[in-house]
């Protein structure tokens, strides 16, 4: 199978005044496509650090990580902004919807901000709009929704630009259980319906069993 995220050797190190606090320790991980991955381990384990790196949201302090075969520490800033527009859709735990545009614009928000034409991506929208299930919600704010609905117009945002891999970072966590079954039932259905390659971050063992393999972290190492 085809790897599309390669990490090797990763090391993440913060310096806290005099004290280096060792995060991340000699990470290897090959996450392939189509894969559904579920990065699992107790708070401060490190395992969302792991994502925002993968997502090019932050830095490591070394080691190698390449995205479709394409090494970040090689890209300027312009390069790697363009790579996570173009290739990486994210879902984040509190949702991060600007409250006074409805949810049509919410979704269209990268595409405005990627400067282009929001009346070339009209079928696409009705598209995500079906996949998610909202619709009838098109026109309302996020104040109007349900924290499950503010969610699902986070993974269509995610979405919008066909990116071929998803990362979510505890994308249940702050619904309860029967809307997170909703929402971790959506991200499989994407996951096999449209083949992205989804990395979850979770500390729930039944959110982390939607995906097909699980990698746990704990203090900072790969088990």
Same mark, same amino acid.
Request: with cysteine.
């Given at each position: ?7 090797? =050797?990763?090391?993440? !190190?913060? =310096? ?13 991980? !090959? ?29 490591? !302090? ?7 075969? =394409? ?65 009838? *919600? ?74 097909? *393999? ?6 900072? *190492?790969?088990?």
């Amino acid at each position: 199978m085809k790897p599309v995220i390669e990490v090797k =050797n990763l090391f993440k !190190t913060y =310096n806290l005044g005099s004290t280096c606090v060792d995060v991340l320790k000699d990470i290897n991980i !090959t996450i392939n496509k189509g894969e559904f991955i579920s990065i699992m381990g107790p708070s401060g384990s490190g395992k969302s650090t792991l994502l925002y790196i993968i997502g090019g949201l932050d830095k490591p !302090t070394s080691g190698s990580i390449k995205i479709n075969g =394409n090494e970040l520490s090689s890209m300027n800033d312009v390069e790697e902004s363009e790579m996570r527009r173009r290739d990486i859709g994210f879902v984040f735990q509190f949702y991060n919807l600007i409250p006074n545009l409805n949810v049509e614009e919410n979704i269209l928000l990268p595409i405005l901000l990627d400067r282009k034409k929001m009346k070339d991506y009209k079928e696409k929208l009705e598209d995500i709009l079906g996949i998610v299930s909202l619709w009838e *919600r098109r026109h309302h704010t996020p104040r109007e929704l349900s924290g499950g609905q503010q969610q699902r117009v986070a993974i269509a945002r995610a979405l919008i630009n066909d990116p071929e891999i998803i990362l979510a970072d505890e994308p249940i966590g702050n619904l309860d259980s029967k809307t997170g079954i909703e929402v971790m039932e959506l991200l499989r259905k994407i996951n096999l319906e449209r083949q992205r390659t989804i990395v979850q971050v979770t500390h729930s063992r039944e959110a982390a069993d939607y995906g097909n *393999r699980i990698i746990n972290v704990k203090d900072g *190492r790969v088990s």
